[in-house]
């Protein structure tokens, strides 16, 4: 009976009715945070991945807040202000949770992709060098968010706003075309990865070297004589690139080429080639250096010797070491490289001082 009557008094009186409301709502919000912690943190620590504890970690104060802002608006509609302060009193609290909302979304957001990034293999979208782009393209998301929502509950009509700023996008975006073209081929190049720094590529336009940095406006390549390109991002997301790199794995096949007169010994020129692999310094064993007989030439017997190196840098030196390698023992075996030559022949008879040049006749001197 006492306690009806407690009740009834509370009832009777708004202040302390807010104040009984408060209370009720701070130890909801203390009993939220107990639920969060005893029970949902078991349940996740049980899981393969530590994104749901660090996610359920991150709501605790947001859940804790909001339930007291909840309490907070229900007990200030017990104390029956007048209209004006009750819309300014829930704009203000309105406000407070989407900000505080907003906030824990980008830690949320933040996570998730952290996450996504330490999985770049099974992921190639998300990775640790496109990881700070996408944390602000998430940021620019949800404070561009959180102001239209705090607009609209001070109830700002922003009609007008969002004309102004199409008509202000496209003016920028005439004057600025290129800059933004290098912008989103910068993100379709880093998202797409046709390469990456440390890779050896060659352009359509023959350049050759290795990729030093990947920008958001531009790419730069090191050339092996010390010389640094820049190149626009739009200009690499529309040339063809060879990634010299790009294979199952980063070693290469070189082939050096090499002619021999007709006549000789096919065989001994095989046995030849490999013996100069078998001892070169750059030449890899796993796979095997392999000659092919490709051609009958003009003047020669035409074979390639190809081998594999570790790395695309190594080509230029090793392929100097074959061809001198190749020169020296073709010496020593007499085996002949043959050279273009022509035979000039001087006739005499009734066109006497005329030479023929490999069967054309032109006038003497």
């Not at 001198?324 to 002949?336: C, V």
Request: no cysteine; aromatic share 8%; hydrophobic share 45%.
């Amino acid at each position: 009976m006492q306690l009806w009557k407690f009740i009834h008094y509370l009832e009777s009186n708004p202040y302390l009715t807010a104040l009984a409301i408060g209370i009720a709502s701070l130890l909801a919000a203390v009993l939220v945070n107990a639920l969060i912690t005893k029970v949902l943190m078991r349940l996740t620590s049980k899981t393969r991945t530590d994104l749901d504890d660090r996610i359920i970690s991150t709501l605790h104060k947001p859940l804790f807040i909001s339930v007291v802002l909840a309490g907070t608006a229900y007990a200030i509609r017990r104390l029956n202000p007048s209209k004006e302060l009750l819309m300014v009193a829930d704009t203000v609290l309105l406000t407070s949770i989407v900000l505080l909302w907003s906030a824990a979304g980008i830690r949320i957001g933040k996570l998730i992709l952290q996450i996504l990034s330490q999985k770049a293999g099974e992921n190639r979208f998300v990775q640790p060098r496109t990881l700070p782009l996408f944390e602000i393209a998430l940021k620019i998301l949800i404070v561009g968010l959180a102001i239209y929502g705090v607009l609209l509950v001070w109830r700002v009509d922003i009609s007008a706003w969002l004309a102004s700023a199409g008509i202000l996008g496209i003016a920028v975006g005439f004057a600025a075309k290129d800059t933004l073209a290098n912008l989103f081929s910068g993100v379709f190049i880093l998202a797409d990865g046709p390469y990456k720094i440390g890779d050896y590529i060659v352009l359509e336009s023959g350049e050759r070297g290795m990729v030093t940095d990947i920008g958001i406006r531009s790419s730069r390549i090191l050339t092996r004589d010390d010389v640094q390109i820049i190149i626009p991002n739009a200009v690499m997301a529309n040339t063809k690139i060879i990634n010299e790199s790009g294979g199952r794995h980063i070693k290469e096949r070189i082939r050096a080429n090499v002619g021999v007169a007709y006549g000789s010994d096919i065989d001994k020129v095989r046995v030849v080639l490999l013996d100069v692999a078998k001892h070169s310094e750059y030449l890899s064993n796993d796979p095997e250096p392999i000659v092919r007989f490709r051609e009958f030439g003009d003047s020669s017997l035409n074979f390639q010797l190809l081998g594999w190196i570790s790395e695309p840098a190594l080509r230029g030196r090793a392929l100097d070491e074959l061809n001198s390698a190749i020169y020296k023992r073709f010496a020593e075996e007499r085996i002949e490289i043959p050279f273009p030559q022509r035979d000039v022949h001087i006739k005499s008879g009734p066109d006497r001082g005329s030479i023929y040049l490999n069967g054309a006749k032109t006038p003497s001197a």
